[in-house]
């Protein structure tokens, strides 16, 4: 169970990076709730329809993550709680019963480049705890587990001038050095290849306008804002920006060039 918590700390803090650059854009465009509208396509009709909204801060923070069904209808609301200053979350998990399971805090710290996870139990036993440190330049960062308020390295990433992601170390639990990736890049025209140091294919990316085109390179499926999302090789997911640089759609496309899915995202400002 730990080592599951672990990971899930782990994947979401990997996610932080670019979730701290949108709440920036959120915040100088002054938005207070975004509409997030899901697609689900098979066989080009439509199968699956989401709906919802999401409710922010003066600090970019949701405050309050809304799902309805076709009708309008409340179907569950979460809500989140911060600090005064929007630098600390707290959350709760508790089951069916309603009896609480494990609480989490988030800490961030802008002088520090920093971000703090813990997840403590109902007896006040810290199960996970985990420190996330950029350097001055805001690009290289230091993933470290805390145990017995010793830290220990536990992931390492490196990025050039550009933001692009030069090498990833993983520790294991001691902090001894259990894999080292390197990346290499290739940019032609309007298009950048991205290879490991076995010289395989990681990423391919198009921009053309407002849009970046990322090649899918292998078949995977997952959920995002409640559909399903079915990646085949060949196909394409296309991002498209407004001007103020906030996500306006993503688009799943096959490689026959069918719509599988597509997410779209709806900006309303404070008044």
Known sequence: MKNLLLLIFTLSFLNLYSQDKEQGILVKNG????????FEYRNDSLVKQTYLVDELDKFG??????????????????????????MTEYGEIRDK???????????????????RRMQISSKNDTLVEQIWIRDKNLNDS???????????LSRKWNYNQGGMLTSEKRYDKNGNLLSSQAYSYQKNGNCMKKRDNRNKLVSFRCNEGNKEIWKILKDSQGYRSGIKLVSKKGGERIETKLENGLVEKIE????????????????????
């Open 31 to 38: 938005i207070t709730k975004r509409i997030i509208q899901g």
């Open 61 to 86: 923070n949701t405050i309050s993550f809304k799902k309805y069904d076709r009708n309008d209808s409340l179907v569950r609301e979460t809500k989140y709680k911060f600090s005064d200053d929007g």
């Open 97 to 115: 019963d309603g009896k609480l399971k494990y609480s989490m805090v988030t800490i961030k710290n802008t002088e520090k480049r920093s971000i």
């Open 142 to 152: 230091i993933l470290y587990r805390v145990r017995n308020r010793k830290r220990i």
């Open 252 to 271: 799943y496309f096959s490689k026959k060039g069918r719509l599988l899915a597509e997410i779209k995202y709806t900006y309303i400002k404070n008044n």
